[in-house]
């Protein structure tokens, strides 16, 4: 249902090495979107390549701010930006998470703005901007700045016809969500499997972890013309658990 938004549009997908953005960038390349990604890893970006050679990756350290500007700044405009890197590591954090949003959306809505473009951001948020899991006091507090970013975003472009949204999701099976509740689940004094058990029988779907797929779908929903209302908000994809 989403290819016909997307065939011949240009997006921008940061934190495309692995996990969601990787997931993101290959299904808009399915359906026809001039997708460019960044990462860190060069070699994530080559496996990419290998997969999906019509995605143009750049190799980049999103915490060097100018680096980025200037690697942004000597392409085209974009017509959707997906901001998804996200880092579990502490004293980076911030930085990425949330540093790095700030910088490439300034980029990429100037962009849009200067080309009259109807743009469509989506930040990449968390559960874990309302709901605290312990020993991971950075990252939740992190995405709660993420989700309140997204807020200003979209005051401040709105009228510039730029829609700003987040995705808030549960679990997902990638690297970093392992890293993370490996964590959560030392904290607690379980192991990982004990840890998601408990979490699984308190999400009303009875499952923590969702398919890739689905947070892909929201993802694009939410970049689509499909929600041209839809502005300044969090989306949450967490199978109610925040109403347990």
């Known amino acids: 249902m989403f290819q016909q938004y997307f065939q011949g549009k240009r ?24 997708v460019t990604g960044l990462s860190k890893t060069e070699e994530l970006l080559n496996t990419l390549k290998l997969e999906c050679p019509e995605i143009e990756t750049i190799a980049i350290d999103l915490e060097d701010w100018d680096a980025t ?21 502490p004293g980076l954090i911030m930085s990425v998470n949330v540093g790095a949003c700030i910088n490439v959306a300034q980029v990429v809505a100037e962009g849009m703005e200067k080309s009259d473009i109807a743009g469509s951001i989506v930040n990449i948020s968390s559960l ?6 312990p020993a991971a006091s950075l990252y939740c507090l992190s995405k709660a700045a993420l989700d309140m970013l997204t807020k200003l975003m979209a005051v401040e472009l709105g009228p ?6 987040s995705i808030n999701q549960v679990g997902v099976d990638t690297d970093m969500y392992k890293q993370f509740y490996q964590t959560c689940s030392n904290n607690a004094g379980l192991d990982a499997d004990e840890y998601l058990s408990q979490l699984d029988a308190r999400i009303p779907v ?18 689509s013309p499909s929600s041209p209302h839809i502005h300044g908000e969090m989306l949450f994809v967490d199978g109610g658990i925040r109403h347990t």
């Open 11 to 34: 997006v921008l997908i940061t934190g495309v090495g692995r996990g969601i953005g990787r997931s993101i960038a290959k299904r808009l390349a399915s359906y026809g979107a001039h």
């Open 69 to 89: 500007r200037n690697a942004l700044l000597s392409l085209d405009p974009f017509d959707f930006l997906v901001n998804n890197a996200a880092i579990f590591i």
């Open 128 to 133: 874990g901007s309302t709901s605290p899991f």
């Open 160 to 165: 510039k016809k730029i829609r700003v949204n």
């Open 206 to 223: 009875r499952n923590f972890l969702m398919e890739m797929d689905h947070i892909v779908n929201a993802v694009l929903f939410m970049l």
